[in-house]
T-cell receptor, first 113, second 117 residues
Framework: QKEVEQDPGPLSVPEGAIVSLNCTYS??????FMWYRQYSRKGPELLMY????GNKEDGRFTAQVDKSSKYISLFIRDSQPSDSATYLC?????????????FGSGTRLSIRP | DTGVSQDPRHKITKRGQNVTFRCDPI?????LYWYRQTLGQGPEFLTY??????LEKSRLLSDRFSAERPKGSFSTLEIQRTEQGDSAMYLC????WGQGSSDNEQFFGPGTRLTVL
């Protein structure tokens, strides 16, 4: 079993819809949770970064972490065609220093105009 | 541009040849990471440096792979005797305090795409 599980999609929704992306994980030591966006043949771009449980909002993006269920989500409101990309959830375990990140396999998202 | 840069962006080589990639991190970041990403998968951790010290290496990093960061600034990743299974995107990331980011936020470069024929 992988440490981080993510549905690979593809997920296709109409423009303006609310998108929900999710990951589950098995390692209770994870403390930091991230979402990256990756366009084709580009490096991952950090979208959201949260510590421990709770919600964090940034513009049209909301990240949720539920450590009791080992479940994290990313919501995209008013989705745009430019949001079409692969979304990677990621997490790391150390709380006092930077550490390697464990990534999910990514969900391919397509927003239809 | 103050982001992470990588060179070259693409490399095509024949099996058995050696290749070397370079990464220049964000200037004030003291941590530098290498990851490998294959098609349809998320990046997988290879190794990381704090300043010039290599602090962690993945089991994925076989004896044919070596990484250096001699002066705590740029880093190189060398693959010796390349194999077809080495074909992947090699990503570099950096982290550190500065530009409003914390030590745990890793920022990635555009990657070097390696094709081994």
């Amino acid at each position: 079993q992988k440490e981080v599980e993510q549905d690979p999609g593809p997920l296709s929704v109409p423009e303006g819809a609310i998108v929900s992306l999710n990951c589950t994980y098995s390692n209770s030591a994870f403390q930091y949770f991230m979402w990256y966006r990756q366009y084709s043949r580009k490096g991952p771009e950090l979208l959201m970064y949260t510590y421990s449980s709770g919600n964090k909002e940034d513009g049209r993006f909301t990240a949720q972490v539920d450590k009791s269920s080992k479940y994290i989500s990313l919501f995209i409101r008013d989705s745009q065609p430019s949001d079409s990309a692969t979304y990677l959830c990621a997490m790391s375990g150390r709380y006092s220093s930077a550490s390697k990140i464990i990534f999910g396999s990514g969900t391919r998202l397509s927003i239809r105009p | 541009d103050t982001g992470v840069s990588q060179d070259p962006r693409h490399k095509i080589t024949k099996r058995g040849q050696n290749v070397t990639f370079r990464c220049d991190p964000i200037s004030e970041h003291n941590r530098l990471y290498w990851y490998r990403q294959t098609l349809g998968q998320g990046p997988e951790f290879l190794t990381y440096f704090q300043n010039e010290a290599q602090l962690e290496k993945s089991r994925l990093l076989s004896d044919r792979f070596s990484a250096e960061r001699p002066k705590g600034s740029f880093s190189t990743l060398e693959i010796q005797r390349t194999e077809q299974g080495d074909s992947a995107m090699y990503l570099c990331a950096s982290s550190g305090w500065g530009q409003g980011s914390s030590d745990n936020e890793q920022f990635f470069g555009p990657g070097t795409r390696l094709t081994v024929l």
